[in-house]
């Protein structure tokens, strides 16, 4: 009999080949643009009842770059280890805004009368809505294991919120190989109500690569 770790490992290691991706960009803005062209299957977004709400898949490169921004100098061996260890979970950036022909403002004023219904808000975003999210891969249904709200001190109308995701087993190959990735927000502070959004394996998997090390 196969031993299942060996099979998990050996099955994850294609995949980290595989999400390479054929192409290659020559810088960190290149990489940008492509990964916010929605042809290229890593952002889904739509529009109800004035307000927006964008879900974008960001890919392992991207985290590590994010990472090591701030590095003088970085090592080829340091890069392959971070994305290694990102490539282990599905890590999403859930946007909600307004439509500015159809609503002005700050998001988290839409719908609150009083102070305390805007803290109440503005607590449910930071804490409470993991409740409200899930993934659908291969006929599972996982949960976030964390999701941060950024805080973006009064200078953007809309919200960014990053939420993550893993196996619930190592067994788990679904959730790295299953062909469809659905996302579900179940939007009850907006009343927008319960959005999807579809991704597929084949476009997280080809996104370009690009050099971010010395």
């Known amino acids: 009999m196969v031993n ?8 994850l290691s294609l995949l980290l080949l595989s999400s390479c991706g054929k192409n ?15 042809e290229n299957g890593l952002v889904r977004d739509k529009e109800a009842g004035g307000i927006t709400i964008k879900v974008k898949q960001l890919p392992s490169n991207y985290l590590a770059y994010q990472d090591l921004i701030n590095e003088k100098s970085i090592k080829k061996s340091i890069v392959d280890s971070i994305i290694g260890s990102y490539e282990k979970s599905l890590t999403f950036l ?12 700050d998001i988290m004023f839409q719908g609150v009368r009083t102070y305390k219904e805007y803290k109440q808000q503005l607590m449910e975003l930071n ?8 993934l659908s891969i291969g006929g599972n249904m996982y949960n976030p294991v964390l999701s ?9 109308d809309k919200r960014n919120i990053t939420v993550v995701f893993v196996p619930a087993t190592k067994e788990d190959k679904l ?9 579900t927000y179940d939007d009850e502070l907006f009343d927008t109500g319960i959005n999807h ?18």
């Open 24 to 38: 290659t960009v020559d810088s960190y803005e290149d990489y940008l643009l492509w990964l916010d062209d929605t």
């Open 127 to 134: 804490f409470g809505i993991e409740n409200n999210i899930s």
């Open 197 to 214: 959004f579809t991704f597929n394996r084949e476009d997280i998997n080809n996104n370009p690569s690009f050099k971010f090390w010395n």
């Open 175 to 183: 959730f790295y190989l299953a062909e469809e990735i659905q996302f």
């Open 4 to 11: 299942k770790s060996l099979f998990y490992i050996g099955t």
């Open 148 to 156: 941060h709200l950024e805080n973006v001190y009064g200078l953007t």
């Open 94 to 105: 859930l946007t909600i805004g307004v439509d500015g022909d159809v609503k002005k403002g």
